[in-house]
């Protein structure tokens, strides 16, 4: 048995400390969503069908469903079948906690990752404002690059006003 790797070249670092676990973390997301009950191939829904759906509760649904089975004229005109009805409603109980879920899951994530951020952006800024104060001595000629950097990178990009659309003026008849 050989400890020669089977790529050839040498190893690749990651990028930082936590990138090879956030990987092995998307590949089981990445996983889990293919493995999830969905259409093969689903079309995009449009905002309005989206908002159809979600406007629509499991309650209407089933009366959706009674109202076919109690008159089977009225769902034969419109195509609606009740057992249909009903697995939409079994889905979206079913499945509806594991959107909670994944919803908890995605705010736990990014709650973790602004706790870090904070933590390291009060220190960049208050390095910053320290460093202001020493490029104005002697001394500090060599960090004000540095400073000016810090200064266009810690500086929050503003939004444009809107130019001003010219007013039409109205001619005379």
Same mark, same amino acid.
């Given at each position: 048995?050989?400890?020669?790797?089977?790529i050839?070249?040498?190893?690749?670092?990651?990028?930082?400390?936590?990138?090879p676990?956030?990987q092995?973390?998307?590949?089981?997301?990445?996983?889990?969503?293919a493995?999830?009950?969905?259409?093969?191939?689903?079309?995009? $829904?449009?905002? /309005?069908?989206?908002? #159809?759906?979600?406007?629509?509760? &499991?309650?209407a =649904?089933?009366?959706? +469903?009674?109202? @076919?089975?109690?008159?089977?004229?009225?769902?034969d005109?419109?195509?609606?079948?009740?057992?249909?009805?009903?697995?939409?409603?079994?889905f979206?109980?079913?499945?509806g906690?594991?959107?909670?879920?994944?919803?908890?899951?995605?705010?736990?994530?990014? $709650?973790?990752? /602004?706790?870090?951020? #904070?933590?390291?952006?009060?220190? &960049?800024?208050? =390095?910053?404002r320290? +460093?202001?104060? @020493?490029?104005?001595?002697?001394?500090?000629?060599?960090?004000?690059?540095?400073v000016?950097?810090?200064?266009?990178?810690?500086?929050?990009?503003?939004?444009?006003?809107?130019?001003?659309?010219?007013v039409?003026?109205?001619?005379?008849?």
């Amino acid at each position: 048995m050989s400890n020669v790797p089977d790529i050839p070249g040498p190893a690749k670092e990651p990028a930082n400390k936590f990138t090879p676990d956030a990987q092995e973390r998307m590949t089981r997301l990445r996983t889990m969503a293919a493995e999830f009950p969905d259409e093969v191939d689903p079309k995009p $829904l449009t905002p /309005a069908e989206l908002r #159809l759906a979600r406007s629509t509760s &499991a309650a209407a =649904l089933e009366n959706a +469903a009674v109202l @076919v089975e109690a008159a089977p004229a009225v769902g034969d005109a419109v195509a609606a079948d009740p057992v249909e009805l009903r697995d939409a409603i079994a889905f979206e109980l079913a499945y509806g906690g594991v959107r909670d879920e994944a919803r908890v899951l995605a705010r736990r994530i990014d $709650l973790a990752i /602004a706790r870090r951020k #904070l933590k390291a952006a009060k220190a &960049a800024r208050g =390095l910053y404002r320290v +460093a202001k104060g @020493v490029v104005t001595v002697d001394a500090g000629d060599s960090v004000r690059p540095h400073v000016t950097e810090m200064k266009q990178a810690l500086r929050g990009r503003r939004r444009k006003k809107p130019a001003a659309a010219p007013v039409p003026v109205a001619a005379k008849q």
